[in-house]
């Protein structure tokens, strides 16, 4: 345990605003800038072979221990901004459409945070914040109550699967079949959208993050490595229904 960590301190400002068609549709928007102070950081410092605290464990595939402490660094900064439009109808033809622009990044960090001063950190975009991301989903209903929905989920550089800019579709159809009841047949990633993630594969070895930075030994490590496969993947394609009854 670190007995110096203190809190995380946020200070937060945010400007948002509805505009609400005659013909009821709406255009939301949001803005915003986040400050906190003294964030939550990782430290890694390696555990000697032989050491008490590695004794009874087995490294994965390499024998190396690391010990993982909370630390705090200075400060951490989130601004972005987010554009929405919805049109929904009740029967008919709808959409609904959003956007989202983020960065997330450190600033205050002293040089002595730093490995190699060649990447200075401050400023950068923290890893797994893409700095854009975006939904898009369509929708068809009928009087009757049935209704045929496609989403597209659109994931920009930076992501959190350390991959290229990649989109997941969503397919689902609602219709009632009597008796209050309601039938609603769902897929997700309906085309299979995966980055060669094989099941029973060592997740920390399926790929590596572009550009990432972590304290090790009280010191940024950077690691410029092949992202041809992301770490963790997207949901897998999956296909289910569900009843639902009101009351």
């Known amino acids: 345990p670190n ?20 013909h009821g549709s709406v255009f939301p928007g949001d803005i915003w800038n986040y400050t906190i102070h003294n964030p939550f950081l990782t430290t890694l410092n390696p555990i000697p072979p032989g050491s008490p605290l590695a004794a009874g464990f087995v490294g994965e595939n390499t024998g190396l221990f690391q010990l993982s402490t909370t630390t705090n660094g200075p400060q951490e900064y989130s601004q972005g901004f987010q554009l929405a439009y919805k049109d929904e109808p009740r029967v008919g033809f709808g959409y609904y459409l959003n956007a989202t622009f983020l960065r997330v990044y450190y600033l ?27 939904y898009a989903e369509f929708r068809q209903a009928w009087k ?22 990649y989109i997941l579709t969503d397919v689902s159809i609602s219709r009632p079949i009597g008796a209050g009841v309601l039938l609603s ?27 990432g930075a972590q304290i090790v030994d009280s010191q940024f490590a950077y690691a410029i490595k092949n992202a041809q496969y992301g770490i963790i993947g997207p949901p897998p394609q999956t296909f289910y229904f569900t009843l639902s009854k009101q009351f």
């Not at 110096?4 to 301190?9: D, G, K």
């Not at 997700?188 to 920390?204: L, M, P, V």
Request: charged letters at 10%; aromatic letters at 14%; one cysteine or more.
């Open 185 to 211: 047949e769902i897929g997700q990633n309906i085309f299979n959208t995966n980055f060669g993630n094989g099941i029973a594969r060592s997740i920390e070895y399926q790929g590596n993050a572009p550009i």
């Open 144 to 165: 009757n109550g049935s209704v045929l929905r496609m989403g597209f989920d659109y994931e920009g550089n930076n992501n959190a699967n350390s991959y290229s800019p």
């Open 3 to 22: 007995a110096t960590l203190l809190p995380e301190e946020a200070v937060d400002y945010d400007l948002g605003m509805d505009y609400c068609t005659p």
């Open 108 to 134: 205050g960090l002293p040089a002595s945070y730093f490995s190699s001063l060649q990447y200075p950190y401050n400023g950068q975009q923290v890893v797994g914040a893409p700095y854009a991301k975006g």
